[in-house]
């Protein structure tokens, strides 16, 4: 549920209704690079941030851009597509 509320959060205009988390994961982990996804779930679940950034070897800078592509990504319309049922 989680998962779910973030997309919608960010996403603008998301087509509902969303997929089930574990469908949404799938399509997610196909879609993002792993750096993306561990910072998405960071963000969906409410993680440490520091913690994930020292983990992924990540400076500050770089963990906006990422959050910022991510974002953009989730916006497309293909793969707002995907995510829903």
């Excluded at 959060?9 to 998301?14: I, L």
């Excluded at 800078?61 to 990504?73: A, P, S």
Aim: glycine share 0%; proline share 4%.
């Amino acid at each position: 549920m989680p998962l779910q509320q973030y997309i919608i959060s960010v996403v603008t205009h998301p087509r509902l209704p969303l997929k089930d988390e574990v469908s949404l994961k799938e399509v997610l982990k196909r879609r993002l690079t792993k750096k993306e996804y561990k910072i998405l779930d960071v963000l969906a679940y409410s993680k440490n941030t520091e913690e994930v950034c020292t983990k992924l070897k990540l400076d500050a800078d770089r963990y906006n851009e990422i959050v910022t592509v991510l974002i953009k990504k989730l916006n497309q319309e293909k793969l707002k597509q995907e995510l829903t049922l």
